[in-house]
Each structure stands twice: as structure tokens, then as C-alpha cells.
């Protein structure tokens, strides 16, 4: 009964020294994307109503993929340079600057930047005069549904 004691205790103590603790860090999955805007990039809509801007045309946006519109999340953000002519604030889409109105629309491969004059008393909408700097955050999720 001794040495059948003194066996388990020994397997007990084996296992359980052989137990390690693992801190497993994931790596974020989270994108972020700077896209620099220069004025002459907006084009003004037919009616006159809408600067838009197809960032998709300035830089290569692959990680907006099906996948990433089905699953995912999209932020965007934009800013305007200080006096100093640095980037050091963001304003998250939807938004209003200067009476425009600022909106954005995902699509596969790209994404749509509107500006819309918000006041109803003038039609038509003010270009962005300098050059603005995007963010977009391409958020990973994984899709409960």
C-alpha cells in the first residue's frame, strides 16, 4: 500500500510539473488605411449637388473585398491640416464642416466619399480647398449571424 502511495505521488507530481502556463497574444486584425485627398481629386455631380471622391482611384483598397463587406466593419475618418500644415485630428464620417456635410458608402474594392452643401439656402457644395487626409479602419469581425 506504501510503495502504491508513493507511486501516485509521483505521477501526480510528474504531471503536474509538467503543466506550463501559455499566454497566447493574438496579433489585432484590425487595418488601417491613410489616404492623402488632393482638391482637384473631388468631382462635381451633374446636378451640382455633390463632390464626391472614389478613393478606390487613388490607392489600391483590395482588403475591401465581399468578404469584408459582408463580415466586417468600416470606419472613416477625415482631417484637415493645422496652421502648421500637420494632420493631428479626426473627425469620424458622418460630419459636418463648414456647413458640408461629409458621408461615405462601401463597396466591394472601394469607397465613396460625398460632400453635400448641409444648408438648404445655397445648392451648391464647397470643394474641400486643401488636401485632406482619410482614414479608413477595416474592423475585423467575426459574423455571429
Known amino acids: 500500500m506504501k510503495k502504491l502511495t508513493i507511486l501516485m505521488l509521483c505521477i501526480a507530481t510528474l504531471g503536474l510539473a509538467s503543466c506550463k502556463k501559455d499566454t497566447l497574444v493574438q496579433n489585432p486584425t484590425n487595418k488601417t488605411i491613410i489616404v492623402d485627398v488632393l482638391p482637384s481629386d473631388w468631382q462635381l455631380s451633374a446636378d451640382r449637388n455633390t463632390?464626391?471622391?472614389?478613393?478606390?482611384?487613388?490607392?489600391?483598397?483590395?482588403?475591401?473585398?465581399?468578404?469584408?463587406?459582408?463580415?466586417?466593419?468600416?470606419?472613416?475618418?477625415?482631417?484637415?491640416?493645422?496652421?502648421?500644415?500637420?494632420?493631428?485630428?479626426?473627425?469620424?464620417?458622418?460630419?459636418?464642416?463648414n456647413?458640408?456635410?461629409?458621408?461615405?458608402?462601401?463597396?466591394?474594392?472601394?469607397?465613396?466619399?460625398e460632400v453635400q452643401n448641409s444648408d438648404t439656402q445655397t445648392v451648391?457644395?464647397?470643394?474641400?480647398?486643401?488636401?485632406?487626409?482619410?482614414?479608413?479602419?477595416?474592423?475585423?469581425?467575426?459574423?455571429?449571424?
Open 51 to 97: 463632390y464626391t471622391v472614389q478613393l478606390d482611384k487613388i490607392t489600391n483598397l483590395k482588403e475591401i473585398d465581399d468578404f469584408h463587406i459582408d463580415n466586417e466593419g468600416t470606419i472613416v475618418a477625415i482631417s484637415y491640416p493645422n496652421s502648421s500644415g500637420n494632420f493631428t485630428n479626426y473627425s469620424a464620417l458622418p460630419f459636418v464642416y
Open 99 to 113: 456647413l458640408q456635410s461629409y458621408s461615405y458608402t462601401v463597396y466591394s474594392g472601394g469607397i465613396l466619399i
Open 124 to 145: 451648391d457644395p464647397i470643394r474641400p480647398s486643401t488636401k485632406v487626409r482619410i482614414k479608413i479602419t477595416l474592423v475585423a469581425a467575426e459574423n455571429v449571424t
